[in-house]
């Protein structure tokens, strides 16, 4: 059984760093992509970032250079280091993967398994 339990969360200001874990379950963490999603208030749930099967890493334009996307085959742990953080990243974020060998990030509904998500929130 597939599961994705995120942790990390939490309160951050503006310019502030937060690291969000994901342990998965049910399948072997470095054969599949796995990444992330948000779903802001009153926005639509949206693509992150993930990382490939092959360890290629991929971000939304709106996190390029700011988020870290990285994964310990070893612990089953999926990580996103997000530092120089915006009031607009306020989001509870999602792990996610469908057991492929890539996520599209653009279009949310595609993806199969989702974790139950963790709250970010950033305000001065």
């Known amino acids: 059984q597939v599961q994705l339990v995120e942790s990390g969360g939490g309160f951050s200001q503006p310019g502030g760093s937060l690291r969000l874990s994901c342990g998965v379950s049910?399948?072997?963490?470095?054969?599949?992509?796995v990444g992330w999603f948000r779903q802001g208030p009153g926005k639509e749930r949206e693509g992150v970032s993930y990382?490939?099967?092959?360890?290629?890493?991929y971000y939304a334009d709106s996190v390029k250079g700011r988020f870290t996307i990285s994964r310990d085959n070893a612990k089953d742990t999926l990580y996103l280091q997000m530092d120089s953080l915006k009031p607009e990243d306020t989001a509870v974020y999602y792990c996610?993967?469908?057991?492929?060998?890539?996520?599209?990030?653009?279009?949310?509904?595609?993806?199969?398994?989702w974790g139950k998500g963790t709250l970010v929130t950033v305000s001065s």
């Open positions: 996610a993967t469908d057991l492929g060998s890539r996520i599209d990030l653009g279009n949310w509904r595609r993806v199969d398994y």
């Open positions: 049910g399948f072997t963490l470095g054969y599949y992509a």
């Open positions: 990382i490939s099967r092959d360890g290629t890493t």
